[in-house]
């Protein structure tokens, strides 16, 4: 039994020895050796593309400016990069040089360490983006790479505000588009027109409806969740060369998850759980318009040169004859031209929530703003009704109070929302003849081609073949 | 016995694995820092300013010169040798010219850090820095154009208040300095009236932040806009003002002769050898 023992320890002071030699590196090389592996590894994988990379960069910030900006990059072996950029027509045809490098961070790091179109969304500089000064798109440069990047395609993240980027590689046409032809902004323009043309793109996958706005940098999208609240989902995507529309980000809702809508020639469709839905047409939205403080919309621009054009028109009579009545009445007494209206839902002073009218109109090249308040009121259908006209105070009121605006206005434009009781307008306080129009407010029919956006109207309730019809934002 | 021989066996265990060292010829990465392909530009830097001067001119993007947090864009390549020309005539020659050429390479910092953006803290934003005498980083780069006098003046006149910081940091102004406006020092100078500090014996507002801040704008003001707009400075201040102004240039005009020896203006009218007019006359012929 002793010998025994022995023996064993003998075995195990054999095995503890030897386990020493595999012991010093747990993947066979020293993790500096292998960092520089990767890195060398990463760098070739980028240099090697024979027709350059398109970068695409989703910014955090997803408002006007923000959204998908795409490059096209060749890489040279000696840190050199040649970029082309989607920002404008000359960054799309200008081609601009400047540096990377690959730097073992916290993550093996791509650095585009010398300024170039790739920066110019993240630019702190408020005069550079118009964003928030300090802030620019939310964008990043130096991008983290994780992984093998093998194949045409992989995916990264920035490392200060976690942007989504992908990486593709460029075909010879691809790289000859872009070189040649501003191919990243002419392909922008030819999805962005396709898209204008269609009224309220929507897609039906089996029970779940979705309706599509697609820009040049951001897609969005709506639809009513179990709760039945709309819900809106901003995606940062851009165009490829083949009119196929890529999210940065895929959309996932519950089993659908998509990140592309596909150009099949015609027009687009979607593909999710090997399913395929084509994109159609809607007359309006499917879902209830929410317009007042507060709500997804408490603006509509009423603007007729946008909603009215050789092509269609979405403002129709009777409200046209009742808007030109007011044209012709701004223009006959010292050539002003009316712009467009505003109709705004906001809180007074005083908390309580009322409607603003602000009348744009220019004289030769002076631009005119006026504005009055109405008190808005609710009866026990839920429809509205304006009361109590009431002048803005300070310029604004001037411009609305003077003789050549809110009078040339009361017996139309003011009328036709004044639902009841006195009201006056003008230095000589002309009485506004009340309409008794009652509204409700829905979605209004786009039939003007080109012109985007989601349309709303104030039908009036008693005739609802009369309403006002304008394009709504917040 | 058996004990004996069990405690040998773990102690021979234990040490069996102690042999492994170091490999004291690995290669650590990123040690003696990033590596690229040289290009015209380093040759340039390096004969301009390594050679003469042991400076370093980073201007490629490393984010761990900055604040994390905060939002930067590297540094456009192309405004980089147009601005160091600049810099080198109007701040490093009229120094060497009057102090020596050996002045600028024993005091000047070793490291200046170029960033194409200003860094913006809110209200507030930062032009430059200047970190223990070490290392000097100027802001704002790709604004740098020499067409556009305002931002020319404005970017070689950080570059000068830091080296003032420098100057100080190695030798510190008499205390007396701190006590000529020492009511109206304040952090959140940023907030008081621009009609104020004028009046308080301040060429800026942001003068009020210390008296170190004080001591680099007032020198940088007077070499980067001459003494003529400095005399016309005063007038315009009023006498409190002024007088306390007075004070202060007193002060500067002793400490660069007595800790320095340069002389700060020209030693009779129209020799044109003081700091500030040599200074001028490489302002005028950029």
Known sequence: MKKIQYHLLAVLLLLSAASCENEKYLFGEGPDERLSAILTEYQNTLCEAPHGWFIAVGT????????????????????????????????ATTEKESSYRLKAMQLPTLMFDGYNYIHWPADPRPVITGATTGDGLLSDYDVNLVGDLQGDEFKATGRLHNCPFIFTKATAEEQQAVTNASGLTAIQSTVENFWNTLKYPTIDIDEFRLQLSIGKRLSAFNYIDDDGNVQTITIPSYPEFNRDIRLTEPFEYKNIWFDRIHWNGNGYEITTNNHTYPVYEFEVPFYPLEFGVGKMYNTLTIDKTALNTPAGNSMIDPFLSIY???????????????DRLLIIFELSDQGIEQMRLR??????????????????????????????????????GS???????????????????????????????????????????????????????????????????????GTLSN | MKRILLCMAMTAMLLACTKDELNPDSKL????????????????????????????????????????????????????????????????????????????KKIAPKRYVLVGS????????????????????????????????????????????????????????????????????????????????????????????????????TISHIVMNGRQWFENYMTSVGADGAAKLRAKENIIIAYFKTIWNIDFYETYDGAGDGLVEITQEAIARL
């Open chain 1, 60 to 91: 955090q910030d997803r408002g006007t400016a923000g959204g998908a900006y795409r490059f096209w990059a060749k890489f040279s072996p000696n840190n050199r990069i040649t970029m082309y950029g989607d920002i404008n027509t000359t960054t």
């Open chain 1, 359 to 396: 009348v744009m109109y220019h004289s030769g090249t002076t631009n005119y703003l006026g504005e009055g308040t109405f008190k808005l009121n609710r009866d026990n259908d839920g429809y509205i009704y304006f009361t109590d006209f009431a002048i803005a105070s300070g310029t604004v």
């Open chain 1, 399 to 469: 411009n609305m109070n003077g003789t050549n605006t809110g009078p040339k206005m009361a017996t139309n434009i003011l009328s036709y929302l004044l639902h009841s009781g006195l009201s006056t307008v003008g230095a000589s306080a002309i009485i506004i003849p009340p309409s008794e129009n009652k509204f409700r407010i829905d979605w209004a029919p786009n039939n003007t081609p080109g012109l985007s956006g989601n349309l709303g109207g104030f039908y009036v309730v008693n005739n609802p073949a009369s309403y006002i019809p």
């Open chain 2, 118 to 217: 200003l860094q913006y803290n809110g209200t507030t934003a930062t032009l430059g820095f200047a970190e223990g005498g070490n290392k000097i980083t100027i802001l704002d780069v790709n604004s740098f154009d020499l067409k556009d006098p305002t931002i020319v003046r404005r970017i070689l006149k950080t570059a000068e208040h830091e080296f003032v910081h420098t100057l100080h940091q190695t030798v510190l102004y008499p205390t007396e300095w701190q006590t000529i406006c020492r009511e109206s020092y304040t952090g959140s100078y940023n907030s008081t009236p621009d009609s104020e500090f004028g009046p308080a014996g301040f060429v800026s507002k942001y003068a009020r932040a210390n008296p170190d801040e004080d001591f680099a704008e």
């Open chain 2, 29 to 104: 990465l990123g040690m003696g820092g990033d590596t690229w392909e040289r290009t015209e530009l380093d040759d340039w830097l390096y004969h301009e300013f390594v050679v003469p001067y042991n400076m370093e001119i980073k201007y490629k993007w490393d984010p761990y010169e900055f604040d994390l947090e905060k939002n930067y864009v590297p540094v456009d390549e192309t405004r980089v040798k147009e601005l160091m020309t600049s810099l080198k005539k109007v701040w490093i020659e009229p120094y060497e010219k009057q102090a020596g050429t050996s002045f600028i």
């Open chain 1, 324 to 338: 030109e009545a007011a044209e012709a009445g701004l223009h006959t007494s010292s050539t002003r031209d009316l």
